[in-house]
């Protein structure tokens, strides 16, 4: 049995972030990525500055790697992401265009890439990260110069470049109530009254085991939140989920863990409406984590040599139980 296999019973989308110099150089890891998950996320590959580094200068090519790779194996894509602060181009991050060209470039950004893989990406990432923690809106490049528009213009180009692929507003640190998840709802259902197309909210649900084991382990309120968004009339998914442990590894916090894991797969089984669960990697060998936060690690369901750890059977098990 693989993670695939039981979340296919369940009518649940299994997926990962796909590093794209893994997918080219890596079997052990390509074969993981085939087996164990009906889903994909490109975890850099589609990020403006990497398909379009110059203006008007496209490189594809990695990212058509990875929508090739889940179309060979039957895996859905979830496209990520379209409009974000981050991994962004130079020559849009660096000041130089007129608020006008800057939302020109925007839009034409927004169209070309999900036009380019209509019919492939069922999903997609429309706006990324786009609140603070105190629930008010992020203060980025695209609310400073665009104003707070931009992200209902930002649904509405994705909706009339492939209107049958799934639109979401995807976040971290909404997964428990606090200001920013009220910030989100609100947002969410302004959008909605609006009539704009949004689909779905994405919690990325980056966790972490906390240093004193007296600390009460995360994602206690996964399921309520999910419920939560879902009453809204949207799909909800668990985007990047990862649980992170401070080095070194022992044996308990592998444990909890776990634990944990098997939590998140629990509460998105558990709400109808969470349509899929994605690891934001598979694997430690490849992993966001040691270099952005030092000190933590682990964070993933295989370990460096693509074994299992008690993460990955916890999941597994977790996607199973009723
Ligand atoms: O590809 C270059 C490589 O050529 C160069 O030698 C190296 C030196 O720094 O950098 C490489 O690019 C890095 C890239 O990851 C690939 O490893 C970038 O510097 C680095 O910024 C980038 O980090 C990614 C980060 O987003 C920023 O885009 C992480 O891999 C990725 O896991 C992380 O993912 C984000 C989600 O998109 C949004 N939510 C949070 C999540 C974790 O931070």
Redesign the pocket.
């Known amino acids: 049995e693989t993670l695939r296999t039981v979340a296919a019973a369940r009518n649940l989308r299994v997926g990962a972030?796909v590093?794209d110099?893994a997918l080219e150089t890596d079997n052990g890891y390509r074969d993981k990525l085939k087996y164990e998950f009906n889903s994909v996320t490109p975890?850099?590959a589609m990020?403006w500055g990497n398909v379009e580094p110059e203006p008007g200068v496209h490189t594809w090519a990695k990212a058509d790697a990875v929508v090739s790779f889940a179309q060979e194996n039957n895996q859905m894509v979830r496209g990520?992401?379209l409009v974000?602060h981050?991994?962004l181009p130079t020559w849009v991050s660096d000041g130089s265009l007129s608020d006008q060209e800057l939302r020109a470039a925007l839009q034409r950004h927004v169209e070309t890439t999900v036009k380019r893989y209509a019919g492939r990406v069922a999903v997609w990432d429309v706006v990324?990260?786009v609140l603070a923690e105190d629930g008010t809106l992020r203060q980025s490049i695209w609310l400073r110069r665009l104003g707070p528009g931009y992200i209902a213009d930002a649904f509405r180009w994705a909706r009339a470049a492939d209107p049958s692929a799934k639109l979401y507003i995807?976040d971290?640190n909404a997964e428990w109530n606090n200001p920013k998840r009220a910030g989100l709802y609100n947002l969410v259902r302004d959008l909605r009254a609006q009539g704009v197309p949004i689909d779905g909210v994405g919690f990325?649900t980056?966790a972490m085991i906390k240093e004193s084991a007296s600390e009460p382990l995360p994602l206690t309120q996964l399921r309520s939140t999910l419920q939560l968004f879902a009453g809204l009339g949207v799909d909800v998914a668990v985007t990047?989920l990862d649980v992170r442990l401070k080095l070194p590894v022992d044996e308990s916090r592998l444990a909890a863990q776990g634990e944990v894991y098997r939590r998140a797969a629990e509460a998105c089984l558990a709400v109808a409406r969470c349509v899929s669960l994605t690891m934001?990697?598979l694997t430690d060998r490849y992993s966001?984590v040691p270099s952005?936060v030092p000190g933590w690690g682990a964070a993933h369901p295989l370990d460096e040599n693509l074994a299992k750890k008690p993460a990955y059977l916890r999941l597994r098990s977790g996607l199973k139980d009723r």
């Open positions: 972030a590093n110099r975890e850099n990020k990520h992401t974000w981050g991994g990324n990260e995807n971290y990325q980056h990047e934001w990697s966001w952005s």
